[in-house]
């Protein structure tokens, strides 16, 4: 039985004084969960400030990024250790939007986005395998764009990102790894993937796992599902037998939204 996590991924939202007030809400309603492991993931700038906020609570802290070196001249970037000192335990690590792949924003602005947030498969990998030589455990994500899904290429895709992710990990390295399947066109534009298809999608990343670390292992890991989670659809989602929670995003920004999920996934979970 895999405990569910619900993380709520902030994304480039909440000033200092909003994470906290956001922050507190949910570790009031959601501190001391114990049926579902509970992440936020709030902007780099209020890292502090959140784990400040759920201090002795049983939420965990992560960030939405970093970057493998470990110090130096890599102006705007932030490092594991970094990380690790604002209080967090995991990352976020090849968000789409990370890989310049948006589901809801024009073609023309994309191409310019994908030149500023350049994530790639290799540079994915690296940053794991930094990630859990710092001691911070991954939440990788990956997903089809609709472009894709429509070329029938859904499977290729998101196996291919899953074999890329962690080329050259042990089983031991990748056992404690959090996954994520986000479907690139559901994130943000309110389209949900439909349970069943989001469960054969997971279960073909489980199957994924099991060639590189065995079925054993594969089994144990965490697969998120993440895509336009509300609280509306999130019973059906966390109902289906591959997905083990959700990470989400526009309906983590309020506290009850999030707190809502937060107790489906428990209930359904147990
Ligand atoms: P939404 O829940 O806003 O669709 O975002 C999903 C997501 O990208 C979480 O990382």
Redo the contacts with the bound molecule.
């Keep these: 039985m895999r405990t569910p996590i619900m993380?709520g991924?902030w994304?480039m939202n909440c000033d200092n004084e909003q994470a906290r007030e956001l922050a507190a809400a949910i570790a009031q309603n959601a501190g001391d969960m114990q049926d579902c492991g509970v992440i936020l993931?709030p902007p780099a700038t209020a890292l502090t400030m959140v784990q400040a906020a759920i201090e002795g609570t049983n939420i965990g802290l992560a960030a939405q990024n970093m970057f493998w070196e470990e110090k130096g001249a890599y102006t705007g970037e932030l490092s594991g250790p970094m990380l690790r000192s604002c209080g967090c335990k995991y990352v976020?690590i090849g968000?789409?939007?990370r890989r310049g792949r948006f589901?809801s924003v024009a073609d023309d602005f994309t191409a310019e986005l994908q030149k500023i947030f350049g994530d790639s498969d290799a540079s994915v990998n690296r940053k794991i395998k930094a990630a859990l030589s710092y001691g911070l455990t991954p939440i990788v994500?990956g997903g089809e764009l609709l472009a894709e899904r429509r070329a029938g290429q859904t499977d290729s895709v998101v196996k291919g990102q899953v074999q890329a992710a962690i080329a050259g990990l042990s089983a031991e390295q990748i056992s404690p790894i959090i996954c994520?399947y986000?479907p690139v066109w559901?994130?943000?534009?309110?389209e949900v993937c439909d349970a069943g298809e989001a469960n054969r999608v997971i279960g073909l990343i489980r199957e994924t796992l099991a060639e590189a670390v065995g079925s054993a292992i594969a089994e144990q890991i965490r697969i998120l599902y993440?895509?336009?989670?509300?609280p509306d659809n999130v019973r059906g989602l966390m109902e289906a037998p591959e997905i083990d929670g959700g990470?989400?995003?526009?309906?983590?920004l309020k506290a009850d939204a999030f707190c809502e999920l937060i107790a489906v996934a428990a209930q359904v979970g147990e």
Excluded: D
Aim: charged share 15%; hydrophobic share 30%.
């Design positions: 993380a991924n994304k993931c976020i968000h789409s939007e589901g994500c994520a986000e559901a994130i943000g534009t309110g993440g895509g336009s989670v509300k990470l989400v995003g526009g309906a983590s």
